[in-house]
């Protein structure tokens, strides 16, 4: 009874401890206006993410940006893991993500301050009001994101978060674009046993049926982007994996047999979005899978929950080539058919269901839409 006592006393003390009330109930410590953190006094908040939360500060007489992870040793571990694949890529492509200014340990917590930008790219999306940009200006943006991807392909490196809130620029600057946040950084080494993280409106399809993936994850993300950046909209705007999926298949028709099926029968893992196909299911559902975009004699239906996932209609059949195009753009000077053409090309090849025939780095930056001027 005593040492049941002692212990819940221990416990009670930790729990109570100064360093206990600096954690809020998520687990991330608490920081308020003008703490200073190692010479950075914090000017407010601006995200917050798996591994911490980043801050705006100030440092020598500078605005920076000032990443401080939670105080949980795997948390900590994580950033620190970021800091040295940010560090990596900025040594050996020093124009491809922002400068790292200072990194240090604060009690049990890891921080690291770099270059603070005025915007991320889908604020500056925002600043076009709906027009979107222009495909002069996507393609060279393309040719950004495909020397990205070289870039991490020659590091044996896959971001495996690639979104508009991880690239920053001056405002209204794109050729100051840079990309940011490691923290989900997969090497190649770590891809048999890494799980992918990544952000759901650019998660592949590969990664979403639970599939294997490699770096090609990195070049779906970036043509998701490039397509968002053109039309204003969102290719895929999805709240779960199922909805992820019927848009997909709205889009692009029904995935290779083989990513569903193995000897006659539904993979394991991709049970919760396909089942063999039944007449008494297509009776039930042959509104909702035709709207979607299956036919009766598909090699496999929806389940019944991934049918009913975010049932709105109007989101599906949307074909990539009738999507992509921006009537605000389209005939004026470099928005003509044979740009459309090209940047449907494009699309086509890195929007698509099979990785293996998925375009890398080098083959976006060989396309007929980078090479033309």
Request: charged residues 25%.
């Amino acid at each position: 009874l005593m040492l049941t006592l002692n212990i819940q006393n221990l416990y009670d003390q930790t729990k109570n401890s100064d360093s206990a009330k600096q954690v809020d109930e998520n687990g991330y410590y608490i920081i308020t206006k003008q703490t200073e953190l190692n010479s950075h006094t914090i000017l407010n908040e601006i995200a917050v993410g798996g591994f911490g939360k980043l801050y705006m500060a100030l440092w020598q007489k500078q605005k920076v940006a000032l990443k401080v992870s939670r105080p949980q040793i795997a948390h900590v571990n994580q950033m620190k893991k970021e800091l040295f694949h940010h560090q990596q890529i900025q040594k050996a492509y020093p124009d491809m993500t922002v400068a790292v200014l200072d990194s240090f340990e604060h009690e049990n917590l890891f921080c690291f301050s770099m270059e603070l930008y005025d915007l991320n790219l889908s604020s500056q999306r925002k600043l076009t009001q709906g027009a979107g940009f222009s495909l002069p200006t996507i393609r060279r943006m393309t040719r950004k994101f495909a020397t990205w991807l070289i870039n991490l392909e020659s590091l044996n490196l896959i971001h495996s978060d690639i979104k508009p809130q991880n690239m920053v620029l001056i405002e209204n600057d794109l050729n100051t674009l840079k990309l940011i946040d490691f923290g989900s950084v997969i090497t190649s080494e770590e891809l048999a046993q890494q799980d992918f993280v990544g952000t759901l409106f650019y998660r592949p399809p590969e990664v979403n049926l639970e599939l294997q993936f490699d770096s090609k994850v990195d070049a779906w993300s970036i043509g998701v982007i490039l397509l968002e950046m053109h039309i204003f909209n969102y290719a895929f705007p999805a709240k779960s994996p199922q909805t992820l999926l019927k848009l997909q298949i709205s889009m692009m028709g029904m995935p290779p047999k083989q990513m569903v099926m193995v000897d006659g029968e539904i993979r394991q893992q991709v049970r919760k979005f396909f089942q063999l196909p039944t007449e008494e299911h297509w009776n039930k559902y042959s509104e909702q899978l035709t709207m979607i975009g299956l036919q009766k004699d598909s090699y496999a239906y929806l389940t019944e929950e991934c049918i009913k996932s975010e049932q709105h209609m109007n989101k599906y059949n949307k074909k990539l080539n009738l999507m992509m195009v921006n009537r605000h753009w389209i005939q004026k000077n470099g928005n003509n058919e044979k740009d459309y053409e090209q940047f449907f090309e494009l699309l086509q090849n890195v929007i698509t269901w099979d990785k293996d025939k998925r375009w890398s780095g080098k083959q976006i930056m060989e396309s007929r839409f980078c090479q033309c001027e």
